[in-house]
């Protein structure tokens, strides 16, 4: 089976950074589009961004563009989220995703989440 694991979460303040590896058991993870959501309390799962199966095209959510940054390793089956000048309205479930296509992707497959938290 396919298992993806975000980790990384945690207690930021406002302003400052984290970065959130997701990694995939998978095998052929150098062909996937990979993905980043997000879910805040009372809100539907939003798109943040994505990166292509090479690692040089990313697409972002107008919210997070110019703050937050996505990176591959293909070598290490893992995709990374930089955070940076993070908000109180950042505070979400962030979860990676894998799926096929680009420009439009279809994501199939879920990593469990990991809470991040930005106080004031």
């Known amino acids: 089976q396919v298992v993806l694991v975000e980790s990384g979460g945690g207690l930021v303040q406002a302003g400052g950074s984290l970065r959130l590896p997701c990694t995939d058991s998978g095998r052929t993870f150098n062909t996937y589009t990979m993905g980043w959501f997000r879910q805040a309390p009372g809100k539907e799962r939003e798109f943040v961004g994505r990166?292509?199966?090479?690692?040089?095209?990313?697409l972002y959510a107008d919210s997070v563009k110019d703050r937050f940054t996505i990176s591959r390793d293909n070598a290490k089956n893992t995709v990374y989220l930089q955070m940076n000048s993070l908000k109180p309205e950042d505070t979400a479930v962030y979860y990676c995703?894998?799926?096929?296509?680009?420009?439009?992707?279809?994501?199939?497959?879920w990593g469990q989440g990991t809470q991040v938290t930005v106080s004031s």
């Open positions: 995703a894998r799926g096929r296509g680009w420009p439009g992707t279809s994501f199939d497959s």
């Open positions: 990166i292509n199966w090479i690692g040089d095209s990313t």
